[in-house]
């Protein structure tokens, strides 16, 4: 998530409260040098004005029937939260994503939630791994993560086991976006879990298994003005190495040059890349009935260094969501399938991509 809707995201949304430069000058910046350290960091970061954590992932059903998820939690300071404040003083917001992608029916459902972190409502701990917003939760048990969201039509309870260690992405501690300093995240993935557990659509409740993947970035800083927008990928290939880009893009069009990514081998390492080391083409487009956005709907990722070719194609055209009820952005985030050659062996793999600034340029129209 997964910086798509992510960090600027968020305080974007909140421009109705206060201005974001004002907002995010009380919070610490994300700078290099930083040392990360597990399990800790998998817990909250009050000090950055904004944070996520991000999970999707691929299962199958016992009678073989596949399908994709996302549940992403947000966390958003208005302000650094004062020791003696009220317990209904509003200084930060909680937002939740859960999405449920049918890929034999071809449906895609979206549920959205949005809750201040006052009374108990919304929280994310600095102790241990534990956020939720009203009945949508993440906690930690042991090494395991547990998901839980639940809506009247869908609804996940999975519990998911890292099968390799945290990988940090970009260079000496930060995620770079942005020309200057403090235009980067802290962004970790851990890139392939085993998932277990139920789901539930329209009633009917399945016993699935498979894999997820996990993002955790947190931050103060936001897109610069001449940003529009990313497109991000993150690929699990059945060769067990798994491949995570992203490409901001410019008002004049060009991808900027801190635009980067991170391979992940079988063993756990990893190799960054930068820009000028990948190429994207995009093959197709699809245009939204709802909204008239345009967006590109398959893929050609190109690494020469590492003879990758991988054609990126979405297992269901429309899964864009309108959170008119939550960030008030407009993206397209799913599921994608994946085929082609890596260091000359045919590859398949599953994925999600996230595509952001195509109905409109972030800031615009908030």
């Given at each position: ?9 968020l ?10 430069p ?27 004005q904004t ?8 299962l ?7 399908f ?5 939690f ?18 930060t917001?909680?937002?939740?994503h ?13 549920k ?31 090494k ?11 609804g996940i ?21 942005a ?5 980067a995240?802290?962004?970790y993935s ?54 995570m ?16 990514g ?8 990893s ?16 245009k939204?009935?709802k ?9 050609r990722?190109?690494i ?7 054609t ?16 008030r ?10 085929r082609?050659?890596?260091e ?13 600034g ?9």
């Amino acid at each position: 998530m997964k910086f798509r809707k992510r960090l600027w995201l968020l305080s974007l949304c909140l421009a109705p409260f206060a201005t974001a430069p004002t907002i995010a000058a009380e919070f610490q910046r994300a700078l290099p040098g930083r040392t990360f350290g597990f399990p800790q960091d998998h817990y909250s970061h009050p000090e950055y004005q904004t944070e996520w954590w991000y999970y999707t992932g691929h299962l199958k059903s016992r009678d073989g029937r596949s399908f994709g998820y996302q549940l992403t939690f947000f966390r958003t300071a208005l302000k650094q939260k004062g020791t003696e404040e009220s317990r209904w003083a509003l200084s930060t917001i909680f937002f939740a994503h859960f999405a449920l992608t049918d890929e034999d029916r071809k449906t895609f459902t979206f549920k959205e939630k949005i809750s201040r972190g006052a009374l108990g409502q919304a929280g994310a701990a600095t102790d241990r791994l534990r956020v939720w917003v009203e009945d949508w939760s993440l906690k930690g048990e042991g090494k395991d993560h547990l998901l839980e969201a639940r809506d009247p039509s869908l609804g996940i309870r999975f519990r998911l086991t890292p099968l390799k260690p945290p990988v940090v992405n970009g260079l000496d501690g930060v995620s770079q976006k942005a020309e200057g300093e403090g235009y980067a995240s802290h962004y970790y993935s851990i890139t392939r879990m085993s998932t277990r557990g139920d789901l539930t659509l329209n009633g009917k409740t399945f016993e699935v298994e498979g894999l997820s993947w996990m993002d955790h970035e947190f931050g103060s800083s936001q897109l610069r003005d001449y940003q529009v927008g990313w497109d991000w990928f993150s690929l699990q290939l059945e060769n067990n190495t798994e491949l995570m880009l992203y490409v901001i893009r410019q008002e004049d069009g060009k991808p900027d040059p801190n635009s980067s990514g991170t391979l992940t081998f079988a063993d756990g390492t990893s190799q960054h890349f930068r820009l000028e080391e990948f190429d994207i083409q995009v093959l197709k487009e699809w245009k939204s009935r709802k909204t008239g956005a345009l967006y590109p709907s398959r893929w050609r990722i190109r690494i020469p260094s590492s003879r990758i070719e991988l054609t990126v194609i979405p297992a269901v055209p429309d899964q864009e969501l309108t959170t008119q009820e939550s960030t008030r952005v407009t993206y397209w985030e799913g599921s994608v399938r994946v085929r082609g050659r890596y260091e000359g062996e045919a590859v398949s793999g599953v994925g999600y991509v996230e595509l952001t600034g195509y109905a409109e340029p972030f800031g615009k129209g908030l």
